[in-house]
Structure formats: structure tokens, C-alpha cells
């Protein structure tokens, strides 16, 4: 979650803070921007933090939870929020080869071997948050129980990615 918001951010920040200045440089022209440069840079400086704050504030509180939990080392199911939940029976009889197809289907795969679980997600993008869940393999009885949970909260459009990543999880289960 860092990744994507340090990089974000900066890019946001000098993009809004140069829009800034291109805008004073032609607004009062280059004698008088010359002049005043360090006023307009430090108001520039301003208002790209206020800026960045006022927009990736709230996208931070909606995936804080969420992405934080992904990519946090706890393994335990998550209690909260809007979630899809099954249970799978699978031909697969090793974790290790659960483990080898979800590392080559997914772009993120955290794995714990005690637990027998692994948390995985395809990253994020600007048209395209996603989804992300944990998989805990029960090797007695091959079943398979999934928890995905979607990276944009409570919306009609978050219920259908889980069900269309819940689709694709199964595909990977049974190979």
C-alpha cells in the first residue's frame, strides 16, 4: 500500500505544484513572476500538499483497511467489512502446488506454510481496484476456503468484482 500511494503522491504533488507555476508564469508574466518566484513557489508548495491530503486522504481510508490487510503478515480471516466467502473442493493434494499456481496467476502472493494459507491480489490501478483475498488449504479433505475482499468497499460494483475474482479463483483451483 505504501508503493502506491508514495508514488502517487509525488507524482500529484509536482504535477499540481508545476500546473501551479506554468499558470502564475503566464498569468503575470516573466518579469513579475521572476520577481516573486519564492513567494509563488512556497504558495505552490501549499496548496500541493493541501492538494494531495484533500485527494488521497480519503482513497487512503478506503484502503487502509482493506490493501493493509493484504499486505500485512497476519494470516487470520478478516472480520470486517464487505466480504465473499466459499468453500471449494479441489483436485489439488499439495500446498505446494496451490502455492505454484497462485504465484504464477497473481502479481502479489504472500504465503504462511504453518497455516496453509496464502493472501494474493493483482494490484491496483487507477480504473481498476480490484479485489484481493486469503485461501486457507485443508490437504485431508482437498477443500479450499476463500475470503476475498474488494479493494473499494461497500458498492454494487465491488460485489460484482468479487464474484467475477471468485470466478478466476476457481479457475486456478481446478487448474
Not at 486522504?57 to 493484504?70: M, Q, R
Not at 465473499?84 to 483436485?91: A, D, G, I, R, W
Request: charged fraction near 20%; charge should be positive.
Amino acid at each position: 500500500m505504501k508503493r502506491f500511494f508514495s508514488y502517487y503522491a509525488v507524482v500529484a504533488f509536482l504535477i499540481y505544484v508545476l500546473a501551479i507555476l506554468v499558470v502564475k508564469l503566464i498569468i503575470k508574466g516573466y518579469q513579475e513572476f521572476s520577481i516573486s518566484f519564492s513567494g509563488i513557489l512556497i504558495e505552490s508548495a501549499i496548496a500541493g500538499f493541501v492538494f494531495v491530503f484533500l485527494f488521497f486522504g480519503p482513497i487512503w481510508l478506503n484502503l487502509s483497511k482493506t490493501l493493509g490487510y493484504i499486505e500485512s503478515d497476519s494470516f487470520e480471516e478478516p472480520a470486517y467489512g464487505h466480504r465473499l466467502s466459499e468453500q471449494v473442493e479441489t483436485p489439488i493434494r499439495e500446498f505446494s502446488e496451490l502455492k505454484e499456481r497462485f504465484t504464477s496467476s497473481y502479481s502479489y502472493v504472500k504465503v504462511s506454510e504453518d497455516r496453509a494459507a496464502i493472501k494474493f491480489h493483482n494490484g491496483l490501478t487507477w480504473k481498476n481496484w480490484g479485489a484481493g483475498g486469503i485461501i486457507f488449504f485443508n490437504a485431508e479433505n482437498r477443500n479450499v476456503r476463500i475470503v476475498l475482499i474488494p479493494f473499494i468497499g461497500y458498492t454494487m460494483h465491488a460485489t460484482k468484482q468479487l464474484e467475477k475474482e471468485m470466478k478466476r479463483v476457481k479457475e486456478v483451483l481446478m487448474g
